[in-house]
């Protein structure tokens, strides 16, 4: 896949680095604002899948790229189970118990499990629609060249 | 209100119909971006602005890798003979939206007016959720502490696509 024309690339290059920081304030806010793990999760893929569209798929190393980001996905939807069944653990021994101390409603810090919740789905949702891109972009490279 | 959702939601009816019908395929997928962004308006003027902006960044992305596919594959929609093989298919489905439309119009009966239902059962969630989660923003609330398991169950359904799409696409492990 070649890349597009200078234009598209200095927009890109000064685009996708706030795209991606906006991606995660969307997440780390997900229990203050609206928004969430989900949310926030695609917009980081979505930054990624600008860059690889507008440079090309020799610009990024594309296969080392998918392997690491099956392997965040896998680990994220993991610690997402573990973070799950720490509630039956500690606590109150309920699964999805949100166990840790709530604070003051409103902060940053605050809502016990809910915003590592937010962010390890959040991981999990950008790195597993990265990955189906990538898989579609690599066979096309491999198969229908 | 309920008039703008009206014409928004005729809006993607017709949106889908040239979908269905478009001899090219790449206006077919860009008809059927017009149903995926009318329904973020819907979302904003039903105020769920959470639900808006998952509809709108997943249909940028679904129309972008829908493109890509249609230009490299094919423009043209390929056409399959109508033999019995179709009647049936054709049988089947017509019979079950008919088993369907009889049993939306016993439920229909039963609805209360557009949103009326919506905040009855929002209640049980709504009072003391803020104390009992921790969580100003309510549908973070929901989605992570009482309805945990569909969460998991939807972080789930992605990692089984990612799995699927894997297994189909991996030529290299095939050779090997």
Redesign the interface.
């Known amino acids: 896949m070649n890349g597009m024309t200078v234009i598209v690339k200095k927009t890109t290059q000064l685009i996708a680095g706030i795209i991606f920081l906006y991606g995660i304030y ?1 997440i780390l806010h ?7 793990g ?2 926030g999760g ?2 980081l ?2 930054a990624f ?1 600008l860059l690889i ?1 507008a440079f090309g798929s020799d610009f990024l190393h594309l296969v080392r790229e998918e392997r690491g980001s ?1 392997l965040y ?2 680990l994220a ?1 993991l610690i ?2 573990f973070l ?1 069944l720490s509630g039956l653990v500690a606590g109150a021994g309920i ?2 118990d ?1 166990w840790l101390p ?2 003051t ?2 902060e940053l810090v ?5 915003p590592l ?2 962010i390890f ?1 959040g991981i ?2 950008a790195a ?2 990265l ?3 990538l ?2 972009v ?3 490279e ?3 060249k | 209100m309920e008039l703008a959702i009206s014409i928004i939601t005729g809006f993607m009816i017709l949106g889908a119909l040239y979908a269905i019908h478009a001899r090219d395929l790449l206006s077919a997928v860009i008809a059927g971006g017009i149903v995926g962004y009318s329904l973020v308006i819907c979302f904003l003027l039903l105020r769920a602005p959470d639900l808006a902006i998952v509809q709108i960044v997943v249909e940028t992305i679904t129309l972008i890798i829908m493109v890509a596919v249609v230009l490299d594959s094919s423009r043209v929609e390929a056409y399959g003979k109508f033999d019995s093989r179709a009647w049936v298919t054709a049988g089947t489905a017509v019979f079950i939206l008919l088993i369907m439309f009889w049993f939306l119009r016993i439920a229909s009966s039963d609805l209360a007016p557009l949103g009326d239902h919506t905040v009855r059962m929002a209640d049980a969630y709504m009072n003391g959720a803020v104390e009992r989660t921790g969580s100003v923003n309510l549908v973070t609330g929901v989605v992570f502490d009482f309805r945990g398991y569909d969460t998991l169950g939807e972080a789930t359904v992605l990692v089984t696509a990612v799995m699927g799409v894997l297994t189909i696409l991996r030529i290299k492990g095939r050779k090997g």
């Open positions: 969307i997900g229990h203050l604002t609206p928004g969430g989900f949310a695609v917009i893929a979505g899948i569209l099956t996905e896998n939807i997402v189970l799950a699964f999805f949100n709530h604070g409603p409103g605050s809502a016990g499990l809910l919740y937010n789905v999990e949702v597993s629609i990955t189906i891109f898989a579609l690599i066979f096309k491999e198969v229908l």
